[in-house]
């Protein structure tokens, strides 16, 4: 085994395997390693310019076969067999789980020929990857994106490594001891966080990358990934109250009569947004010129009420598309490796856009730009992100970049990219916002709303939506929202869903954006039109407006997004603090009270901001609830009574409002 340093980094060469540990951020490392001759070069997730902190780091390579490089607070030690063991102010944390023999002094001396850092050869291609770290007994890891399960802590959870409609891949780990663990790698995987060890793999891969850092709070770990990801600009004025949409208005004359009724209600909308299925087909990019007969008129009928407009924009290219024969000859479209060349199969025969081709980045965003950017559509709503496939076949997909396996996860990321190059361009960052269906680490940069996805409408789903806010905070994303009431509605009659979307839309209050979508069924509303094709064509749901459901819930969806109007400065202020360092507007309780072990363990409740305390309502037919308030004094925001903290309380929950307490 070789050691040496080379510019403030420590060098392994060890067999074929080169190692690389190098300073990235304050109190963080870098850690490489490949069976190639040298690195790829790529920086993936780690885009932004950091400080320059070779003053703080050492290496030292000892005469035994070992070596250490320490960063600030950080220290990675390298012993004679290369096993890579991790300090926080010369404590372990985190070492490589490595059970093979090679010395009878040593207590990793096994039999069993398991390695750290294993790499499996693909038969004439590159590498399957698997690292591999010890478990900690009671170690509690949050963060990750968001899947839709219940769990806040990961611990014990396999979470699979790649996009689909509802998952996010964002591989960012914050652990309760005080480090944070980047997986920098865009490749198609699993992550496991067992009790007896903790495994990242990479289907497809040319090197190992991930980053390390530590600190005395979550907080402070969430600012050190955000300064080297990125973090988010300051949201657009005109984006923190009400937005309007459903699945799907289908006519110019649909949208402007809702927001005329909003407006003569003296109601504020902030933004209403056109759904999919506008266009005549998949990758026109533009309106169906019978139903969306004066775009712009549209526009400025809308502005002139102060409401800003939002349409979809999916990556789908149907092979009927005026735009296909163009972009297939050029190489814009996805590749299959076998059998059909189809990739997407929803309402037509498409192919999805590659956007890891710069070249398909510039096309697109042209069209978007000639079709709805230049009428006065403000903002794009970046539907089927994922891409949502056909098949999750993730090893049948080949893009400019590299096949799935290797780069899939990058995809909603680049997707975004185009978007915003294109309005950078004109001079217009300040004003952009994309909503995005999916998002990989560092997409908060890209001044991305990522929302949870296709859900159905069920207590159980909004449960799973707590914690998928929660961790998708802690893995960087500040802007979140949901589908209030969720997206697949049966029957938008029934009184179960009406309840369901009061406790949702009091929960989205104190969310970073509130955002009335769904597929309200049945479906048995009859088309526009008997072509198959075109806006008229597909199927629309039940209307989706808060006047939609009865009068009762009008009101106290009216009274509730008064209370959101009247909260908009304080949002204000919390975006700027999410801009200024990372922090998300939800956040876990341990996120502000990281000292009080009870608040480690809470995954029904958080803080918006660090001022007010939210106890969502999570199953139907409860009316109370209990909270825990940690230390300090809380006043209930709707009875002003003042409770003193370190204690549960039994907390009325009716159907007007859901728990909420304001820190004194």
């Known amino acids: 085994m070789i050691f040496y340093e080379e510019k403030n980094k420590l060098i392994i060469r060890k067999k074929n395997e080169i190692l690389c540990i190098e300073g990235w951020g304050k109190d963080s490392l870098r850690v490489r390693a490949t069976c190639y001759m040298d690195f790829t070069g790529r920086t993936w997730a780690l885009s932004e310019k950091i400080l320059d902190a070779d003053n703080e780091i050492v290496v030292t390579i000892n005469a035994n076969d070992t070596a250490a490089i320490q960063n600030g607070r950080i220290k990675a030690e390298v012993n004679a067999a290369g096993v890579l063991s991790f300090f926080r102010d010369g404590k372990l944390f985190l070492r490589e789980y490595y059970r093979n023999y090679f010395g009878t002094e040593s207590k990793e001396s096994r039999c069993l020929k ?40 990961l611990k014990g959870c396999v979470l699979e490594l790649a996009q689909r409609n509802s998952q996010i891949s964002i591989p960012f780990a914050v652990s309760s001891l005080g480090y944070g663990f980047l997986w920098n790698n865009p490749a198609v995987g699993k992550a496991s966080f067992g009790k007896n060890y903790t495994e990242w793999i990479a289907e497809c891969t040319k090197e190992m990358d991930y980053w390390i850092t530590v600190g005395e709070e979550p907080r402070e770990l969430v600012e050190h990934y955000t300064a080297v990801t990125g973090r988010p600009p300051v949201i657009p004025e005109g984006t923190l109250g009400l937005w309007q949409c459903k699945l799907r208005y289908r006519t110019q004359e649909e949208v ?58 999916w990556p789908s290219v149907d092979r009927k598309s005026e735009n296909f024969e163009e972009m297939f000859e050029r190489g814009f479209l996805i590749r299959t490796e076998r059998g059909s060349i189809q990739t997407y199969d929803f309402e037509g025969d498409c192919l999805e856009i590659d956007v890891t081709n710069p070249e398909a980045r510039e096309f697109i965003w042209e069209k978007c730009k000639k079709n709805y950017y230049d009428y006065g559509i403000d903002m794009f709503w970046l539907d089927n992100a994922e891409p949502d496939y056909a098949v999750y076949d993730y090893d049948n997909y080949r893009y400019a970049l590299g096949c799935a396996l290797e780069v899939g996860n990058v995809y909603p990321q680049m997707y975004t990219q185009a978007f915003c190059d294109g309005i950078a361009q004109m001079g217009r960052e300040k004003e952009m916002l994309h909503l995005v269906r999916s998002a990989w680490a560092g997409s908060q940069k890209q001044s991305a709303l990522i929302w949870s996805g296709d859900v159905p409408s069920t207590f159980e789903a909004l449960r799973d ?12 994303i500040s802007w979140w929202t949901t589908d209030i009431g969720g997206f697949m509605t049966d029957d938008v009659t029934d009184p179960a869903f009406q309840e369901l979307l009061l406790r949702w839309f009091e929960f989205a209050v104190f969310s970073p954006v509130l955002r009335m979508h769904g597929d309200r069924g049945p479906h048995d509303i009859p088309p526009l039109s008997d072509k198959d094709y075109g806006g008229g064509s597909l199927y629309t749901g039940h209307p989706n407006e808060l006047w939609s459901f009865g009068e009762t819930a009008f009101e106290i969806m009216k009274k509730q997004l008064e209370l959101r109007n009247s909260l908009k400065p304080y949002i204000e202020n919390l975006m700027r603090e999410a801009s200024a360092n990372g922090s998300p507007l939800m956040r876990t309780m341990f996120y502000e009270f990281p000292d009080d072990d009870i608040c480690w363990g809470l995954s029904d409740q958080y ?58």
């Open 256 to 313: 402007l009569s809702v927001a005329r009724k909003y407006h003569e209600l003296e109601i504020p909308l902030d933004v209403i947004v056109i759904d999919f299925f506008h266009w005549t087909r998949q990758g026109d990019w533009h309106f169906d010129a019978e139903y969306w007969p004066d775009p712009k008129a549209m526009c400025d009928e809308l502005h002139s009420m102060g409401i800003k407009v939002m349409v979809s924009v």
């Open 607 to 664: 803080m918006f901001g660090s001022d007010y305390l939210v106890a969502p309502v999570l199953d139907s037919g409860k009316f109370e609830r209990q909270v825990y308030l940690p230390k300090g004094k809380w006043e209930n925001l709707y009875d002003k009574q003042e409770y003193v903290g370190n204690q549960t309380i039994l907390c009325d929950a009716p159907i007007e409002n859901i728990p909420v307490f304001r820190r004194r």
């Open 114 to 153: 398991i390695v750290g850092r294993d790499y499996k050869p693909i038969i004439g291609g590159d590498y399957k990857l698997t690292v591999r770290f010890e478990s900690n007994d009671g170690e509690r890891i949050f963060g990750m994106g968001q899947y839709q399960q219940p769990y806040l802590d």
């Open 465 to 476: 939506q707590l914690s998928a806010g929660l961790n998708m905070g802690l893995a960087g």
